[in-house]
Nanobody, 120 residues
């Protein structure tokens, strides 16, 4: 099992920045990929950004390219999502996830989510 705990959400204004953190514990070696997803009210959960624990391959949804950056600190078993130039459309619950099926594969472990609200 892998346990994931997100933090860093909040209420900000359009154009502001936030950094989300995801602390992983447990059998982290069983999950090679880490991802951030988000779900807005009434919408499906969408992939935002992913990366591997090793190497530098990343994936970003088109809607966040150039504004969001995923990164990691292996020593702390923590993954981050730096979000700049936030827009009201970025408002959602953001979830951290871990999986072993590639950047765009299935994610087996999920955090509880953290709310991000961007006001106009």
């Amino acid at each position: 099992q892998v346990q994931l705990v997100e933090s860093g959400g909040g209420l900000v204004q359009a154009g502001d920045s936030l950094r989300l953190s995801c602390a992983a514990s447990g059998r982290t070696f069983s999950a090679s990929a880490m991802g951030w997803f988000r779900q807005a009210p009434g919408k499906d959960r969408d992939l935002v950004a992913t990366m591997y624990w090793s190497g530098w391959n990343t994936y970003y949804a088109d809607s966040v390219k150039g504004r969001f950056t995923i990164s990691r600190d292996n020593a702390k078993n923590t993954v981050y999502l730096q979000m700049n130039s936030l827009k009201p459309d970025d408002t959602a619950v953001y979830y951290c996830a871990a999986g072993s099926s590639g950047l765009l594969g299935q994610y087996d472990y999920w955090g509880q989510g953290t709310q991000v609200t961007v006001s106009s």
